[in-house]
């Protein structure tokens, strides 16, 4: 009956895998003594806490996780992002209604370049720093969180694939310009570093598709 009881045990799927794996080894004879029936009870009390300790940590990772993309998306759908937003959109839809017949893949850098060198207080300054400081900025530490793994990539895939692609064709050619200005490649790194990673999934999801 003892022997039986603990085969159950062991074999249950509520115990993970790891645990039960190890428990299999474990076998109660039929000449058991008090002893070896004590000794096996400590190992199911030990294995029953590590499997209440695996879900309660397993449990507060998928809410630590939950949190976090709400807190992204609460981000990225504030009234000041809608507006950056909008801003990126509009100097995309302009630089697109400017372009040749040839494609112009310098065109979002060249027009950049001049926002930048335009006075501070006015209306092309502002706009220059409203896409790429506020856009730019949550990107940047969005990607910074990624590669330093507090956040998954696939999530960021999933929410913001698109908006830090199309983010990466405008802003890469100017932050190449501004980083050799500055000879320092950490401007603007972990957003390209994001960008780049979120490019790679979507030529890999692209090719899986034919």
């Known amino acids: 009956m003892l ?3 603990c085969r159950w045990v062991f074999a249950s799927s509520l115990i993970p895998e ?3 794996t190890f428990c299999s080894d474990f076998h109660v004879k039929a000449d058991a003594t008090v002893g070896d029936v004590a000794n096996m009870l400590v190992v199911i009390v030990a294995g029953a806490a590590l499997c209440v300790a695996w879900y309660q940590l397993r449990g507060l990772a998928l809410q630590t996780r939950a949190t976090t993309l709400m807190a992204l998306d ?3 759908e504030r009234a000041e992002m809608l507006d950056v937003r909008r801003a990126l959109w509009e100097f995309i839809e302009e630089m697109e209604g400017q372009a040749t017949v040839l494609p112009d ?3 979002f850098a060249r027009e950049l370049s001049r926002l930048s060198n335009c006075a501070a207080g006015t209306l ?3 706009k220059y720093d409203q896409l790429f400081l506020r856009i730019l900025g949550y990107f940047e530490a969005l990607g910074y969180a ?3 793994r507090y956040i998954k990539l696939s999530d960021v895939h999933a929410l913001l694939e698109g908006p830090i692609a199309q983010a990466g064709d405008v802003f890469r050619g100017h932050i190449a310009e501004r980083q050799a200005a500055l ?5 603007y790194s972990y957003f390209l570093w994001l960008a780049d990673r979120i490019t790679e999934r979507q030529a890999f999801e692209r ?3 034919y």
């Open 74 to 76: 609460e981000r990225w």
């Open 183 to 187: 000879n320092s490649n950490s401007f």
């Open 18 to 20: 790891p645990f039960r």
């Open 146 to 148: 990624v590669q330093a």
């Open 105 to 107: 893949p310098h065109r």
């Open 124 to 126: 092309e300054r502002a």
């Open 207 to 209: 090719m899986l598709e």
């Open 3 to 5: 022997a039986s009881s």
